[in-house]
């Protein structure tokens, strides 16, 4: 499951918004092109991403943020992987900035392949190397090579 999350995966080198509520907009937005969901359901899911993190923020600690939605209107679970060099206030657990945001979207009839789904991205947010060589990849291709080989070795 995690190798097709991550050959379908979207990859945004150099993320434009700088807010938190725009870094959610452009990543849904690249999750909808990734074909995730229908261009109708990305107000909805919008909806969700912004009430969860009202109920706590996602930033994991360790520059890592990782917004997650699931959803009826979801078709497949999809990943979008974010990179913000300066770094965003997003209110993560240690006060740092987040520069690495992994947005996973999921359908509402699949919680355990969610769940499989954040345990890989929570062992991969906890690899300093990851981390490091994640924002030293040159382009969105290099980021993906990084998950693939990162996915051996971070248990899901």
Do not use: Y
């Amino acid at each position: 499951m995690i190798v097709k999350l991550i050959d379908a995966a979207a990859m945004v080198a150099d993320l434009k918004a700088v807010t938190k509520p725009g870094v959610l907009e452009e990543l849904l937005e690249h999750a909808g092109k990734a074909g995730a969901f229908a261009a109708k359901a990305g107000k909805a899911l919008a909806k969700r991403l912004a009430e969860r993190e009202a109920i706590g923020s996602t930033g994991l600690g360790n520059t890592v943020a990782v917004p997650h939605v699931k959803g009826a209107e979801v078709e497949r679970a999809t990943l979008v992987l974010g990179r913000c060099r300066k770094g965003l206030d997003w209110q993560a657990i240690d006060g740092r900035p987040v520069h690495v945001v992994f947005l996973l979207v999921s359908p509402a009839d699949a919680p355990e392949g969610h769940l499989q789904c954040l345990r890989w991205i929570a062992g991969l947010a906890r690899s300093a190397d990851f981390r490091r060589f994640l924002l030293d990849a040159k382009d969105g291709p290099g980021m993906r090579d990084l998950l693939r080989e990162m996915s051996g070795k971070v248990e899901p």
